[in-house]
């Protein structure tokens, strides 16, 4: 049996885009992330120490313009890459704890999610 946990956070934060030359009026989201991974072992994971180190992870984006933020310099910050950005970086941070990667989930309003899944 593969079982595996699932975490919910939310993300106040600003961008603008562009279509077609034309760039949107900066606006804001709250994005909600959602985050599911699992463990190689039959050992319940502590929660409260990884989704603690999530908390820290997603505190850069909080509050800001992320078209200003360096991972999105020269990139547009539509959800779907900054949904590619955190699947990188999660990925990553989920392997330093020798859990897998399942997806993430990136919603910018209740009707839009953005979903990578893992291979």
Known sequence: MKTYYRFKFYINARHSVTFN???SNIHPH???VVVSFGSETSETINFSEFEGKLEEYFVYYEGKYLNELEAFIGMNPTME?????L???????????????????ISENPTRTYIIEAE
């Not at 890459?81 to 950005?85: A, F, L």
Request: glycine letters at 4%.
């Open 81 to 85: 890459n900054i949904g590619k950005i």
């Open 21 to 23: 030359s034309k760039s």
């Open 87 to 105: 699947y990188s970086d999660i990925k990553e941070l989920l392997e330093l704890e020798n859990l897998y990667f399942k997806r993430v989930e």
């Open 30 to 32: 709250t994005w909600e």
